[in-house]
Structure formats: structure tokens, C-alpha cells
């Protein structure tokens, strides 16, 4: 099994930015594609943004759309989250996963496995 270390999360005030990583352990990121989750208290895990190491390629949730951004940083060999505008129902531990390719633009925004780290955990309060 692939694993991952999420970082970088905390408290922000509504209106905030937070920037979380995922990085890879013992392997490196490329021809993978890696999606972020999310999962709230009582809710399953939601799929907030993809991107492919192979071309770039990006996906994201109608509810994080022009708020988060998505990126490979290679020298670091991880996965970054740029969060901006953060709203309370972002509140959430956020996770990375692998996530099927996507094929003719076309996601599956699904982890390959349905197994999970620690996350990483974005709380959004004033």
C-alpha cells in the first residue's frame, strides 16, 4: 500500500487561507494521480480535488471551485492544497488518496482503496 503524510492544517477565521501538502512516502508522486477528501463529523468522505502527475490535468468539487487550487510541487515531491475565501463547512479532516486515472477528461473521483491515513484536520471558526 502506498502511503502518504498529510500536513499543514489548523484554525483559520471565516475568510482565511491554509495551504495543505501530501506527501509521498518512500516513492515518488509522478504517474500517480491524487485526489484530496474531506470528511466532516457523521459524513463520508468527499472528494475535493484531483490532479495527475503525468499531464497536469486538474479536477475540483462545484463546492471548491475558484476557492482551492491544486498543484504538483516536484522538487518536494507532494501534493499541495491552496485554500482561500475558507468557509465554516469547510471544516472537515482533509485526506489524500490515489484516485483512478482520468480517462477522456472524464474523473472518478473515488480512492483506488478504501484506506485512509490520520488527515490532516481544517477547522474554519471565528
Known amino acids: 500500500q502506498l502511503q502518504f503524510v498529510e500536513s499543514g492544517g489548523g484554525l483559520v477565521q471565516p475568510g482565511g487561507s491554509l495551504r495543505i501538502s501530501c506527501a509521498a512516502s518512500g516513492f515518488t508522486l509522478d504517474y500517480y494521480t491524487i485526489g484530496w477528501f474531506r470528511q466532516a463529523p457523521g459524513k463520508e468522505h468527499e472528494g475535493v480535488s484531483c490532479?495527475?502527475?503525468?499531464?497536469?490535468?486538474?479536477y475540483y468539487a462545484d463546492s471548491v471551485k475558484g476557492r482551492f487550487t491544486i498543484s504538483r510541487d516536484k522538487a518536494k515531491n507532494t501534493v499541495d492544497l491552496q485554500m482561500n475565501s475558507l468557509k465554516p463547512e469547510d471544516t472537515a479532516v482533509y485526506y489524500c488518496?490515489?484516485?483512478?486515472?482520468?480517462?477522456?477528461?472524464?474523473?472518478?473521483?473515488?480512492?483506488?482503496?478504501?484506506?485512509w491515513g490520520p488527515g490532516t484536520q481544517v477547522t474554519v471558526s471565528s
Open positions: 490532479i495527475s502527475t503525468t499531464d497536469g490535468s486538474t
Open positions: 488518496n490515489l484516485v483512478p486515472n482520468p480517462y477522456q477528461g472524464s474523473w472518478s473521483v473515488v480512492p483506488v482503496d478504501d484506506v
